[in-house]
């Protein structure tokens, strides 16, 4: 076995017979980003599942190689394990690309390098830029969809009152007009007061019906979500599925989870309004299985991946930063509800929503957990 200083020979592994693993480096594994223990040169020791899937390649394969090349570049990470390693900082953060093979793309990332327990052991955690603003992006909708939500309900219930007396008295005050055109005026009222109360209800909607949890299949789902709207929209659409026939049974409320993806898939299906006139709108309902998922800040070992996928002129960029938010619609005539509702009742399954939208390709992708 080889002393901690020996050096090893460029692309060649470690003794079969080291540890392939320090005492808690099976702990690494719960988290979401990419993350290696290396010893003082730089050579990995161990590597997280969320390393592996990264680089694609198994821990073994990197066992005892210098994690450097795999970088962009070697000379700031070899800098910044001496300087940890050497005490002049707790712990060194820098930007770099990571490399998975010959000819791929390079993966923007911050290297977070910090000490461990073992003095002669340093963890190096690899954050990607795109996944840090999605966490930010993610959390900041939390926020901001929470105090939407909170100002909408009490705004519904001061609302539903007056909006009550204004229609009761409307309609005694028809009662006592002979005049039809007068009449008349008190119907476009008692209709308006009507239109509002609808509105009020749908808004208070995900605070009245209780959260039913069952076992059920997410494609039976699906395939409810499909019928209904082939049957609205029979023509100039093609609804393609993709599943996954080997992901497993899902808890959750089926009638909630119907309504979330019916919402978003009537929302596209009216979008794609020029392209089913000419023939050619295309939908796609995919399902996927995800490991290692984090989700509100909570890691899930396997979570299920739901994709809404039309071919047509994509989100607002007016919008996109607010499209989950109450009353913002991009549509003309639209509530601006039903995105809301949909990230509700996903957001009930501890789950998210999340939108990648450009012209031609727009993907909902809807997260739910499953352990």
């Known amino acids: 076995m080889p002393r901690s200083g020996s050096p090893l020979a460029p692309g060649s592994k470690a003794d079969p017979a080291e540890p392939a693993a320090e005492p808690a480096a099976g702990a ?15 050579r990995v020791v161990h590597a997280n599942t969320a390393m592996e899937a990264g680089l694609g390649l198994s ?15 070697h000379d700031p990470l070899h800098e910044a394990l001496r300087q940890v390693l050497g005490e002049e900082f707790s712990s060194k953060r820098f930007d770099d690309a990571m490399v998975p093979r010959l000819g791929a793309d390079a993966l923007p990332v911050q290297v977070i390098v910090s000490r461990t327990e073992s003095p002669e052991r340093l963890l190096v955690e690899f ?34 009152n007056p909006l009550g007396g204004i229609r009761g008295a409307a309609q005694l005050l028809q009662d006592e007009l002979d005049s039809r055109e007068l009449r008349e005026y008190t119907r476009v009222i008692i209709h308006e007061a009507d239109r509002l109360q609808g509105l009020v209800d749908r808004l208070l909607v995900p ?24 049957a609205e929209f029979p023509r100039g659409l093609e609804l393609v599925r993709d599943y996954d026939a080997s992901l497993p049974e899902l808890l959750g409320d089926r009638e909630q989870l119907i309504q979330a993806v019916l919402n978003i898939a009537h929302n596209a299906a009216l979008a794609l309004a020029e392209r089913r006139a000419a023939g050619d709108a295309r939908m796609v309902f ?12 909570q890691r899930h070992r396997l979570a299920l991946v739901l994709h809404v996928i039309d071919n047509g002129p994509g989100v607002p960029d007016s919008i996109k930063d607010r499209m989950f938010f109450p009353l913002v619609s991009g549509r003309e005539g639209g ?19 999340e939108c990648d939208s450009q012209p031609g390709h727009t993907d909902f992708r809807i997260l739910l957990p499953l352990a």
């Open 28 to 42: 690494l594994d719960w988290l979401a980003t990419m993350a290696a223990v290396v010893d003082a040169q730089g």
């Open 59 to 73: 821990r073994r394969q990197m066992l005892g190689h210098d994690l450097a090349q795999w970088m962009g570049r």
């Open 127 to 160: 954050v990607e830029l795109g996944q840090q603003s999605r966490q930010e992006r993610e959390e900041q909708w939390h926020r901001q969809a929470q105090a939407s939500k909170d100002l909408i309900r009490n705004l519904a219930h001061e609302i539903k």
């Open 207 to 230: 605070h009245r019906r209780p959260h039913v949890v069952a076992e059920l299949n997410i494609h039976e789902v699906l395939e409810r979500v499909r019928s209904v709207i082939l």
């Open 286 to 297: 995919r399902t996927r299985i995800a490991r290692q998922v984090t989700v509100a800040k």
């Open 335 to 353: 509530s601006g509800l039903g995105l809301t509702l949909a990230q509700t009742f996903i957001q009930q399954h501890q789950g998210t929503i």
